[in-house]
């Protein structure tokens, strides 16, 4: 099992859908929490990141942390065309000495039509 | 600012090759890390580099090392190349690590095809 699950879609949604989605995590140790999108042919690109439990926001953007489940969430309200892409959610501790090696989730594809 | 830049882009080798990738990080960043992307797998940590020095190590064989300059600059080498390591190569820099996980920025990335 892996330490990140993340449902791979693909998710698709009509402009101005509210979307949310999702990743579940095992390891207890998790502190920092990033969504990061990535379009076609691209490297990934940061959205949110977010420290311990809690919500944030940012324009259309919400993420949303729960380490007692161990489950985050993004949420893209008034969604568009553009948002179009994979999602990926990314994790962290300090505990391994040093806090940049990501555990990333498989990411969700995203569509968003017309 | 410069973003993350790595060279080459593209790159196509044959089993058993050995390959080097380069990354270029953000000026001012000195903290670099690698990544493998494949459909499978997802991004996987490969290591981290900050000032010279290997910091962080993931789970691949000893065939997969890197090195930091000076510089910053970044370079990893496959040696003995399989078929199983074709994929995206992606390195990101971020500014330091102060006992807290910074924000990392990706470049483009590597696509490396092993024939």
């Known amino acids: 099992q892996k330490e990140v699950e993340q449902d791979p879609g693909p998710l698709s949604v009509p402009e101005g859908a509210i979307v949310s989605l999702n990743c579940t995590y095992s390891?207890?140790?998790?502190?920092?929490f990033m969504w990061y999108r990535q379009y076609s042919r691209k490297g990934p690109e940061l959205l949110m990141y977010?420290?311990?439990?809690g919500n944030k926001e940012d324009g259309r953007f919400t993420a949303q942390v729960d380490k007692s489940s161990k489950y985050i969430s993004l949420f893209i309200r008034d969604s568009q065309p553009s948002d179009s892409a994979t999602y990926l959610c990314?994790?962290?501790?300090?505990?391994?000495?040093?806090?940049?090696?990501?555990?990333f989730g498989t990411g969700t594809q995203l569509k968003v039509e017309l | 600012k410069a973003g993350v830049t790595q060279t080459p882009r593209y790159l196509i080798k044959t089993r058993g090759q050995q390959v080097t990738l380069s990354c270029s990080p953000i000026?001012?960043?000195?903290?670099v890390s690698w990544y493998q992307q494949t459909p499978g797998q997802g991004l996987q940590f490969l290591f981290e580099?900050?000032?010279?020095?290997?910091?962080n190590k993931g789970n691949f064989p000893g065939r997969f090392s890197g090195r930091q300059f000076s510089n910053s600059r970044s370079e990893m080498n496959v040696s003995t190349l399989e078929l199983g390591d074709s994929a995206l190569y992606l390195c990101?820099?971020?500014?330091?690590?102060?006992?807290?996980?910074?924000?990392?920025?990706f470049g483009p990335g590597t696509r490396l095809t092993v024939l």
């Open positions: 990101a820099s971020s500014h330091t690590s102060g006992g807290r996980t910074d924000t990392q920025y």
């Open positions: 390891n207890s140790a998790f502190q920092y």
């Open positions: 977010t420290y311990s439990s």
């Open positions: 990314a994790m962290s501790d300090i505990l391994t000495g040093g806090g940049n090696k990501l555990t």
């Open positions: 000026s001012g960043h000195r903290s």
């Open positions: 580099y900050f000032s010279e020095t290997q910091r």
